[in-house]
């Protein structure tokens, strides 16, 4: 009873990070459910799906209302990229043994793969959001008048919808880049565009794993609520904090758990 009202708070924490920095919460997702709930991570990876699907959702509306979403360059990165993400969730995760490697010291199996390569994904997004990208793109211009490149754009769809259906997180901090850089979209479309993708993805991928395994809707809809509930009273609160600098302080939270996520299941 206890660990589960720890995950309905986490869930709400999740909430509040997304609607204050718009972005990157949801990365905490895989390891609330494996480490906190104790949910096997394959399931823990289609459980976070959802959970970025229905909250990148909310945005997407948002954006879509103030006509921010680049419809024609959302469907050719969305459409490989969807694409994707559902084979991977379907025929790619199944299909990968239950123990990957294995000698008298060594036991390397599904579990410890995905969240080894989800540790990656998490320094990765920490660095971006450590960095901040974005305001480097600002800086240097993107501005000029280039011809996008639609055949680069259709393989980044396919490859962040493997990573996407992987690791069960929204690949924000991948695709945000890829739009400004190849489809030549200004920042602040290119972030809502990205998010009205990482709805289209993570949904679609969650159905690969509803077709094939029990859900316990229950659960998932209590948590994804809280979550939601989360987000309001984020969005809330970007009124009176300044929402740029908590991205940075969470990218050093988010560094310091991938570190330890990648340490644990290597070395332990």
Sequence with gaps: MLISILGFIAALIIGIVLGLTG????????????????????????????????????????????????????????????FAVFSTRKFIIPAIPEVIFQNQSILFTKDVAIMVFFAILMLAASFSMILDKKKKVIETGTDKPKTTNYFSLILLGVFTGIVTGLVGAGGGFIIVPILIFLAKLPIKKAAATSLFIIALNSLIGFLGDALQIEIDWTFLLSFSAFAIVGIFIGIYLNKFIDGAKLKKAFGWLVLVMGIYIFYKEMMM
């Design 23 to 82: 972005g990157g919460g949801s990365i905490l997702t895989v390891p609330v459910f494996v480490y906190l709930l104790g949910i096997d991570p394959v399931l823990a990876t289609g459980y976070s799906l959802f959970v970025v699907g229905i909250s990148s959702m909310f945005g997407a509306i948002k954006n879509l209302q103030k006509g921010l979403v680049s419809f024609g360059t959302s469907l050719i990165f969305a459409i490989p990229a969807v």
